[in-house]
């Protein structure tokens, strides 16, 4: 909401309001578009080189703890927000 209400404050003083909008969301999108492209090179250069034999990228202690840490960071936030 807060970046919405500054994107709009922004936009007042724009002679071509819905230009200026379209440009700055295709921007995003195509940044984000980029970043998953690179991310899927990146793993498909992982997953060639791979040492695992279950098919996946990382051995299982460290998918646990990964997973861990998404799970406990999650908590953090949802009690910090409760």
Known sequence: MAFASFLARSLVGE????????AFNLGVELGQVLVAAALTVAVLALRRGS?????????????RAGSACVAIAGFYWFFERV
Request: charged fraction near 10%; glycine fraction near 4%; proline fraction near 5%.
């Open 15 to 22: 002679q071509a309001q819905l230009t200026a909008l379209l």
């Open 51 to 63: 040492a695992t034999t279950d098919g996946f990228l990382a051995p299982s202690w460290l998918r």
